[in-house]
């Protein structure tokens, strides 16, 4: 069936909560109201109060709530109102939760999931993209889809997952597109990278909405003649480093496109990667193509400037290709 | 054991009549009543309350409640001239003493900035108060482990002097009796997690003296395989422990989680965790009480006023007179004891426990006594006025718990008791042996175990599967209006 990002994800999470009793969720405004982007909708009607907990605006305490029923056994689902948020839970995320397994042998099987992501004028609070923060955490998985297909088998992975994930939904994303969503209950493996367009000229190695943008300059670049290949990461921590290695040596030129600042971003890793292991197979420079070394600002027209935008894929593409 | 604990008569406690300390703002609402004016009532409000937070059980509700008649002198009724909107809290307090000094800042003659103490520093030393609960065989358990901790922290520090540990210590010294029976109170489901000095915490909950000796020393056989030292390593399995972290307060939230998830697995368990009054002063602190409040859970935090935070008085953490008073802004009962009381730690701790168990929620205990050594090994804590360590000398928990086990209660023999203390250090010097002789990890063992995969651990609910029950409301898509089209 057709469904919207948005309820892809709300269709994973519920269709778990109906399957294993262990698994709540918890976060502010979750239960009567349904959550700020109606995420969890109906929710509490179903699971009851019990399941479905409205916290106090406390996002260490949620997390640490929600890291200590993981302990006995629980599968929290804890919604950030707005990823830009997270950072007030940096602490408990980052030495409680990440390193617990790797210290002292303790599965964390928790899910913090919510919104992230600009092109919706948000301003500088309500648009970042904080996945780099946690794929520099070890023992964090980081997860970052583009399609409903993907949204929902990913968070019930993620839920099913024994090891803490962090859940980005892009919210440009949630009610914009619609997929094919099967009604079977299927996952998707975290973890592993899928070329979203095949192509021979070019890769593209990007997640969640920039995907959509890769394809929008997919078609315009392939009336040219340039036949662009897409690389979704899905997941950006751990990174799938042999789909990485095997889209560069197929088409030999790169570019890396995502929406968070350019330094310290993902791109450079990316570039690291290929470095140690595909460098004889490049045959031009990498390009980045991401957001500017700022703030992400509020009114629409710098909000425009500061993101990464279709034309910049396609003349960073043909200026690639030309290489 | 039947338990009402808390003093019901005046003359049963130590009195502190009236308020001690006026309100610092005019037009303040709230008096805190630091004598225990009601009878034993940590929240066991009869009314139903109207609130009707999530998995809130029977019985449970707002703990603290004004209290409608003071019994302590009536000097402060809710009805008086000019103060009917004057509330009155009680903080019921179990000590036989209340030290009465101030630690401040003062220049020398010299032009040096130094701590100062003034005050009463010559009172008497109280005696052990009389416990509620504790029988003999549990006195003397609580006394052994009191002495196990510290003569497992001797046996660490000598350890340190022979370059055998890696990275510092850190002492419980003089907060021994905290330690060893508020853990005592628990039940074996119960959950706990410690902080770096409550090394005898995890000695009262079946951990042997060689664990912590050998997170100390970094070797391959510790807890955490040499990954982690001191008191951080956990045992979600038999003993319920949670790993503490080096940033403080961050426990307080995780160990409520635990009791939240213990709850919808169908179990009422206590969580007990400690805090400092040093890392009482972070944000994560509150976050952490007023989510166990409003979720109604049953936490016990021990909060342990021991004077110093690493070299700050607790005259610069915190401007209330007693920590115990922050249960009130929470809407959850406190309690002041000495923390060098073993039968007033233990007796409060059990309480709170019991509150645990039925579901009522949780509740704030704090203990007042002074950390007898610097920070760690490395600080001599110069800083600290020499006569404030001679007080709390005079008041060493585990000198006076075995002149109290054996002159007053006699039930330890002189005899018995030199046997005990033989036996402790046999333990100690069997433990420390086995300690030093396991070998440092590989470095290659630096490696793995980042994550939890290939069947590494099951996981599964423990206290049995949730018993959840769903509302008869089915799926539909949702169409509402949001936030940031």
Redesign the interface.
């Known amino acids: 069936m057709q469904l919207t990002y948005?309820?892809a994800i709300?269709?994973g999470i519920?269709e778990e909560m109906?399957r294993d009793?262990?698994v709540?969720c918890l976060g502010e405004d979750i239960g009567i109201y349904?959550g700020?982007?109606?995420v969890t909708?109906?929710f509490i009607?179903?699971?009851?109060?019990?399941?479905v907990?409205?916290?106090?605006i406390?996002e260490?305490?949620?997390?640490?709530?929600?890291?200590?029923?993981?302990?006995?056994?629980?599968?929290?689902v804890a919604e950030f109102q707005f990823m830009d948020f997270i950072p007030c839970a940096m602490?408990?995320i980052s030495?409680?939760v990440a390193?617990?397994?790797?210290?002292?042998?303790?599965?964390?099987?928790l899910v913090l999931r919510g919104p992230s992501g600009g092109y919706?004028?948000?301003g500088p609070f309500?648009s970042q993209n904080p996945e780099m923060w946690f794929v520099h955490n070890?023992?964090l998985?980081v997860i970052c889809p583009a399609t409903p297909y993907d949204a929902k088998g990913l968070i019930k992975a993620a839920i099913r997952d024994?090891?803490p994930c962090v859940f980005f939904e892009h919210?440009y994303l949630?009610?914009r597109i619609k997929g094919e969503v099967p009604t079977d209950d299927y996952v998707v493996p975290i973890g592993k990278a899928q070329v979203a367009r095949e192509g021979k000229d070019l890769s593209i190695i990007t997640y969640a909405a920039m995907v959509h943008i890769a394809f929008e300059a997919a078609e315009i670049l392939s009336e040219e003649g340039i036949d662009l290949e897409i690389l979704d990461l899905r997941t950006v921590s751990p990174l799938d480093r042999d789909a990485i290695v095997a889209t560069v040596k197929k088409t030999n030129k790169v570019i890396i496109l995502h929406e968070h600042s350019r330094t310290g971003g993902l791109a450079g890793e990316i570039t690291a990667i290929i470095n140690e292991e595909a460098f004889d197979d490049l045959d031009g420079p990498i390009v980045r193509i991401a957001g500017l070394d700022s703030a992400i600002p509020f009114s629409p027209p710098q909000e425009h400037h500061y993101l990464p935008k279709l034309e910049d894929v396609v003349r960073e593409s043909r200026r690639l290709k030309a290489y | 054991m039947a338990r009402a604990l808390w003093p019901s008569r005046m003359d049963d406690c130590a009195t502190e009549k009236a308020i001690r300390k006026p309100s610092r703002f005019p037009g303040s609402r709230v008096t805190i009543n630091r004598a225990p004016a009601a009878p034993p009532d940590m929240g066991n409000n009869k009314k139903k309350s109207k609130h009707s937070s999530?998995?809130h059980r029977g019985g449970g509700g707002a703990p603290v409640r004004p209290v409608e008649r003071s019994s302590s002198g009536g000097n402060h009724s809710k009805k008086g001239k000019g103060s009917s909107n004057l509330r009155t809290y009680s903080i019921p307090d179990f000590r036989l003493e209340h030290p009465d000094f101030t630690v401040h800042q003062s220049t020398d003659k010299n032009g040096h900035v130094r701590y100062e103490v003034t005050g009463d520093l010559d009172a008497a030393v109280p005696p052990i108060r009389e416990s509620k609960c504790l029988d003999q065989q549990q006195a003397v358990q609580i006394y052994r482990y009191m002495m196990l901790n510290r003569k497992m922290e001797m046996a660490l520090e000598n350890l340190y002097k022979q370059g055998k540990v890696v990275g510092g210590v850190y002492f419980g010294l003089g907060q021994e009796a905290c330690s060893c029976a508020s853990a005592y109170a628990l039940d074996k489901d119960d959950w706990f997690a410690p902080m770096i000095r409550n090394q005898g915490s995890l000695l009262v909950r079946g951990f042997r003296a060689r664990d912590t000796m050998m997170q100390y020393m970094a070797k391959a056989d510790s807890?955490?395989h040499g990954?982690?030292g001191t008191s951080?390593?956990?045992d979600?399995e038999k003993r319920n422990m949670?790993?503490p972290?080096?940033?403080l307060g961050?426990l307080?939230?995780?160990?409520?989680?635990?009791?939240?998830?213990?709850r919808?697995?169908g179990r009422n368990i206590a969580?007990m965790t400690y805090i400092g009054d040093g890392g009482q002063s972070t944000?994560?602190t509150y976050?952490?009480i007023?989510?166990a409040a409003?979720?109604n859970l049953g936490l016990v935090l021990i909060v342990e006023s021991n004077e110093w935070a690493y070299s700050t008085p607790s005259e610069m953490q915190y401007r209330c007179k007693d920590l115990a008073e922050r249960a009130v802004g929470y809407g959850i009962p406190g309690v002041i004891v000495d923390g060098t009381d073993a039968c007033q730690v233990y007796d409060a701790a059990r309480e709170a426990v019991e509150r645990a168990h039925r579901g009522e929620g949780p509740t704030l205990i704090e203990a007042k006594m002074m950390r007898m050594k610097g920070h760690a090994i490395h600080d001599s804590a110069s800083y600290v006025p020499r006569p404030l360590f001679d007080f709390w000398k005079k008041r060493d928990p585990i000198a006076r718990f075995e002149n109290y086990l054996v002159c007053k209660k006699k039930w330890l023999t002189g005899k018995e008791n030199a046997e005990l203390v033989a036996e402790v250090e046999r333990v100690i010097e069997e433990e420390r042996e086995v300690a030093v002789n396991s070998p440092m990890p590989t470095p290659e063992s630096a490696e793995g175990?980042?994550?939890?995969?290939n069947g590494?651990?099951e996981?599964?609910?423990?206290?049995g599967?949730?018993?959840?029950?769903?509302?008869t409301?089915?799926?539909?898509?949702?169409e509402?209006a949001?936030?940031?089209?």
């Open positions: 948005l309820e709300r269709q519920w109906e009793p262990t709540f349904g700020a982007f109606k909708d109906g009607d179903r699971f009851g109060p019990e399941r907990i409205d916290t106090p406390a260490s305490a949620i997390v640490g709530a929600a890291f200590g029923a993981s302990l006995t056994g629980m599968r929290p602490n408990q030495n409680m390193k617990t397994h790797y210290l002292w042998g303790a599965p964390a099987p919706v004028h948000g309500h070890p023992g998985k024994n090891n919210k949630y009610r | 999530n998995g807890p955490t990954r982690d951080h390593f956990g979600i949670v790993s972290i080096s940033m961050d307080i939230p995780v160990m409520s989680g635990v009791a939240l998830g213990a919808l697995q969580v944000g994560v976050e952490g007023n989510f409003v979720q175990g980042v994550y939890c995969e590494c651990h996981i599964k609910p423990k206290y599967r949730p018993k959840a029950k769903k509302g409301a089915a799926y539909k898509e949702t509402a949001v936030h940031l089209k």
